[in-house]
């Protein structure tokens, strides 16, 4: 089958009457970009400035068409003509003018002060930005947002339904950082660490609900803020010994929910919806508040290791932990599995335990390793894509033996 309006197609071949969807689409992406920065002593050799703009311009756009008969499938309708050649649904993808031009500038600035040779502090402001897109076509079932002829779709039908977007902008982070580098105690201790507030506007998210999205698509959802402490020690506690640690305290939430509009250019008061069964229909970018995926509260680390003479060999022995607090493998506050609960599955906190211990001799390095020492099934990561709770966990304990031979 073809596509009767001129468009821009790959392949203008007819297809063949067994093809019942195919999508013939290009879509271009060019990026450009002017960078400059400079560093200024404010006070020679004390306090430096250092500040850089980057300027970007992105073209994106998409041609083509999409053509599937849709509607025409014989297990439904056994009147329809066999093969089925009434391909139902075509779309021009040149007629929508999917042309997007994004530009302007992302800077960055820092003034740093060097107290002693033994103490810096600095603060930075940084922009940066992440693309915008397309979205594959997409559809949208006989939920509330479908414009349907049921009493709870009477919003969806006065107003059109969701238009569901084409093209998603540029989502933008703003990041606020005050930090310190240190050395104390005869530099057998080094601290640094930082406070800091990030600022990230128009998330790109993906939305797929059934009942409500049918196609993943991505949208520009809300604005979130991070809000956290940074800080890592090494300490030279004896002659070999060191002892190493890290820690990151997080705390992010969404301040401001995304607008979603219908057809119409009506924005969609989700409060005033409800579903089938009278539930609630929450806004696709979640609920103030709330927090960010994959972002835990609390992650750490520590490690103590040893090294010394083993007769004419140089050894080491070595032991170390992580833990991580909980977390949430998704913002979808929308989309629920088949026992009725939310896919923005909690994931536990853990901590795993490693160690090793190795010998070294001029060119040669020996290794003996384990990891994950308790055998701990951390979860990682947790999803619904496939309609069933599937769980990423930690790497099983593992030992293993390295040698190692340099030839220079």
Excluded at 175 to 180: D, F, S
Excluded at 187 to 208: K, P, S
Excluded at 230 to 246: D, N, P, Y
Aim: glycine residues 10%.
């Amino acid at each position: 089958m073809f596509v009767p309006q001129p468009v821009t197609s790959i392949n203008p071949n007819t297809r063949p009457l067994g093809d019942g969807f195919f999508n013939d689409i290009t879509r271009a992406y060019k990026q450009r970009a002017a960078y400059a920065s400079f560093d200024f002593d404010v006070v020679p050799k004390t306090v430096t400035l250092t500040a850089g703009t980057r300027y970007f311009r992105t073209e994106n756009t998409e041609v083509g068409s999409s053509v599937g008969s849709f509607g025409c499938q014989l297990i439904f309708n056994p009147a329809a003509p066999n093969p089925c050649v009434n391909h139902s649904n075509i779309q021009n993808i040149n007629a929508g003018g999917f042309d997007r031009t994004f530009s302007g500038f992302r800077s960055r600035a820092s003034l740093s002060w060097k107290i002693s040779d033994d103490a810096l502090l600095y603060y930075t402001w940084s922009q940066g930005y992440r693309p915008g897109g397309f979205n594959r076509g997409r559809a949208f079932t006989a939920g509330p947002l479908y414009p349907g002829p049921a009493e709870f779709q009477t919003q969806a039908r006065e107003h059109g339904g969701l238009a569901v977007p084409v093209q998603f902008a540029p989502d933008n982070l703003t990041n606020n950082e005050l930090g310190w580098k240190t050395l104390w105690a005869g530099e057998h201790i080094q601290w640094n660490g930082a406070l800091y507030q990030e600022d990230w506007d128009q998330v790109q998210m993906g939305i797929y609900a059934p009942g409500l999205v049918t196609s993943n698509v991505i949208a520009n959802g809300g604005n979130y803020r991070v809000r956290g402490v940074e800080t890592s020690a090494v300490a030279r506690l004896a002659r070999g010994v060191t002892l190493e640690g890290g820690a990151a305290w997080n705390h992010s939430e969404l301040i401001k929910e995304a607008t979603f509009l219908w057809a119409d250019g009506t924005a969609i008061d989700f409060s005033t919806l409800q579903t089938a069964s009278g539930g609630a229909v929450p806004n696709p970018s979640g609920t103030l508040g709330s927090s960010l995926a994959g972002a835990p509260p609390f992650q750490g680390n520590i490690r103590l290791r040893y090294d010394f003479a083993l007769g004419s060999y140089a050894a080491f022995a070595q032991v170390g932990a992580v833990h991580q607090s909980h977390s949430l493998a998704s913002t979808d506050r929308i989309t629920l599995d088949l026992q009725g609960n939310s896919i923005a599955y909690d994931l536990p906190a853990f901590t795993t335990y490693d160690g090793a211990v190795g010998i070294a001799k001029d060119r040669w390095r020996l290794q003996l390793y384990a990891l994950n020492l308790t055998d701990t099934r951390a979860q990682l990561y947790a999803n619904y894509a496939q309609w069933y709770k599937a769980v990423t966990v930690s790497r099983p304990r593992t030992i293993g033996l390295n040698v190692t031979y340099k030839s220079q």
